[in-house]
């Protein structure tokens, strides 16, 4: 079975102010109903404490199915964090610079070990503040932070910003913008995913 999520990453935070947007959103989303004002044991990952579904969660999604799982919850996670959609991989990466997509995968999803070798070591590198993993793109020769490719169905994101909804039926695309309204017109990325 498995534990659906969905993040909507804030690619534009930085480490600066990401408390104070993940607070404005989150004040947001009291105000409108879409979550509960009261941490409860609702989610997955963090401490296990979020904010269950409100009253009126149904404003954020497209089809207005009960969200009747214990991780139903949201969570909001600040600082720099290396986002992903858990199971599976990405199928390709594209560079910031020259637009390439590398495959990473081949025409069965079996991983191109030569493929993933500029990538080797550089999330963590990134996540762990010791550098901008900085990666060199095969195709270019350039080079640029790992935070600034972008990858194949944004299985991957790279920021100080995520909110996380467990088991909540597609968010909608009305949402997900007016969520990036709040956040001050921030790029987003929206990573889909199961544990």
Not at 82 to 88: I, K, L, M
Not at 158 to 181: I, N, P
Request: charged share 25%.
């Amino acid at each position: 079975m498995g534990d659906y999520f969905q993040t909507i990453v804030d690619l534009d935070a930085t480490e600066r102010d990401a408390q104070e947007l993940g607070a404005r959103v989150l004040e947001w989303l009291i105000a409108e109903g879409i979550v509960a004002a009261e941490r409860t044991d609702c989610v997955l990952g963090g401490d296990g404490y979020g904010h269950a579904p409100g009253p009126h969660f149904t404003k954020a999604v497209e089809e207005p199915d009960p969200v009747d799982l214990w991780s139903n919850g949201l969570h909001v996670q600040t600082g720099r964090t290396v986002f992903d959609s858990g199971q599976g991989d990405a199928g390709a990466a594209t560079c910031p610079l020259c637009r390439t997509e590398i495959r990473l995968v081949d025409e069965v999803w079996e991983p191109i070990e030569s493929a993933w070798d500029p990538f080797k070591g550089r999330f963590q590198d990134w996540a762990e503040g010791g550098g901008e993993g900085i990666v060199h793109c095969p195709s270019c020769g350039g080079s640029s932070g790992i935070d600034r490719w972008s990858w194949e169905d944004d299985y991957y994101a790279c920021g100080h910003l995520g909110f996380t909804f467990w088991g909540w039926a597609e968010l909608s695309s009305d949402f997900t913008r007016d969520l990036g309204r709040k956040l001050g017109g921030h790029r987003i990325a929206v990573l889909r995913g199961k544990l």
